[in-house]
């Protein structure tokens, strides 16, 4: 069965430290897509990020880093130097086709990451 | 590129009345995802749409219900409405399996 497990329920740091928010994914598909979303207080789920199944290449946005490894189904996201407004909610997602022709986004129960000035 | 818009932002009803919630995805989108958040909770799928079609239903009482237009905007409907209602709902948009662009959700309190 497919699911994706954030075992991190809240992390808290103090500014200008690094953190690893881990992810873990199962599926029985070849081709999936990946995600990770922010969400701040405000409620909105912003979109990081996407990688494809075939796309093992990590991927460095400013401060944010992600790290895919199909060996071990995990596909991490690490913040350099934390800031206060980086506190938020951060969810790992996955999407597979489904049969009836749309997809299927399957999400992680979420971090809280909380960032201490 | 206008974002997804989700209307009311903010809702405060009383038990057993009903309440509608608005979606309007991103143009050229035509699948439509509806979730609930309660506090602490992570995200529990409602139900979607694609094609003005309801393709796919979480689990939930028949009290929750919703229908797609022929542009795409999604509605969903709540009935009888009770406490454990209160929650963030949150709508996605996406046109195949790259992507759920979320709205900023309707936060519904009932009382």
């Known amino acids: 069965a497919q699911k994706v497990t954030q075992a991190q329920t809240e992390i808290s740091v103090v500014e200008k430290e690094d953190v690893t928010l881990d992810c873990v994914y199962e599926t029985r598909d070849t081709t999936y897509y990946l995600f990770w979303y922010k969400q701040p207080p405000s409620g909105e789920l912003v979109f990081l990020i996407r990688r494809n199944s075939f796309d093992e290449q990590n991927e460095i946005s400013g401060r944010y880093s992600w790290n895919f490894q199909k060996s071990t189904s995990s596909f991490n996201f690490t913040i350099t130097a934390s800031q206060v407004v980086d506190s938020a909610v951060y969810f790992c997602a996955l999407s597979e086709p489904r049969t009836s022709g749309t997809y299927k986004y399957i999400f992680g129960t979420g971090t809280r990451l909380k960032v201490l000035a | 590129k206008a974002g997804v818009t989700q209307t009311p932002r903010y809702l405060i009803k009383t038990r057993g009345q009903q309440v509608t919630l608005s979606c309007s995805p991103i143009s050229g989108h035509r699948s439509v995802s509806w979730y609930q958040q309660t506090p602490g909770q992570g995200l529990q799928f409602l139900f979607e749409y694609f094609s003005e079609t309801q393709r796919n239903k979480g689990n939930f009482p028949g009290r929750f219900s919703g229908r797609q237009f022929s542009n795409s905007r999604s509605e969903m409907n709540v009935s009888t409405l009770e406490l454990g209602d209160s929650a963030l709902y949150l709508c996605?948009?996406?046109?195949?399996?790259?992507?759920?662009?979320f709205g900023q959700g309707t936060r519904l309190t009932v009382v």
């Open positions: 996605a948009s996406s046109i195949s399996g790259t992507g759920a662009f």
